[in-house]
């Protein structure tokens, strides 16, 4: 599939595709949490094509929820509540024209989904929700599911214009005994 994403940048689209690619065969699903319209979702798809991995997708598609204080930067005013709306059939419909298996698509708040609205054992996950509380609920969800070697790839933590989720992932790092590394502006996390 062609490379069509205007959140994430081409470069850092390769890289999660990498690293997706060397979970594959290990235990656990893949996960997205902040997925939008499905453009890395659905190159996600492509890939676990033929695997008996499963592909989890989650967003509230209302758009992104308020900033709070810890979202707050000097850049400015970019990223309100509402924008980057889209609906779970637009993107539903994205992966029927594809011809993919659908993912599991789940609407949700991420502070309103508990620990069963994910699979049990996670290899991969892409964490995508822009803002503090929406990273630090996706950490939490993630947080004891991940197999070993399984990797987590946090988009935005070196994008000073989303502060919160630096913060979020800097708190949830505190006392962890992971490795991480970061490209462009993600932080990859191997468990
Ligand atoms: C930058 S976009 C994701 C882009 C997507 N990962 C991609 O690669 O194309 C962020 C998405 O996160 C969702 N989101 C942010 N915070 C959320 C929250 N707390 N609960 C549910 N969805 C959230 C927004 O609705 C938006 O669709």
Redesign the pocket.
């Known amino acids: 599939m062609a490379f069509r994403?205007d959140?994430?940048s081409e470069l850092e689209t390769n890289k999660i595709l990498e690293l997706a690619r060397k979970c594959l065969g290990s235990s656990g699903d893949f996960v997205?949490?902040?997925?939008?319209?499905?453009?890395?979702?659905l190159l996600l798809a492509e890939i676990l094509q033929g695997s008996d991995h499963i592909l989890y997708i989650?967003?509230?598609?209302?758009?992104?929820?308020e900033k709070t204080e810890k979202d707050q930067s000097a850049l400015g005013e970019d990223f309100k509540a509402k924008e980057?709306?889209?609906t779970k059939r637009e993107v539903k419909e994205r992966f029927l024209r594809a011809g993919y298996k659908l993912p599991v698509i789940k609407k949700?708040?991420?502070?309103e989904l508990e620990g069963q609205d994910l699979p049990d054992k996670i290899a991969f996950a892409?964490l995508?929700?822009?803002?503090y509380?929406?990273i630090r609920?996706s950490l939490k969800l993630i947080d004891k599911k991940m197999t070993k070697n399984g990797i987590i790839v946090i988009?935005d933590y070196l994008n000073p214009a989303l502060p919160g989720v630096k913060r979020a992932v800097d708190e949830w790092l505190t006392n962890k005994q992971v490795k991480t590394e970061t490209f462009q502006s993600m932080i990859i996390i191997n468990d």
């Open positions: 994403n959140q994430v997205e949490l902040g997925c939008y319209k499905g453009d890395t979702s989650y967003d509230s598609f209302e758009g992104l929820p980057l709306f889209v949700a708040w991420f502070n892409f995508d929700g822009d803002f509380e929406s609920d988009h």
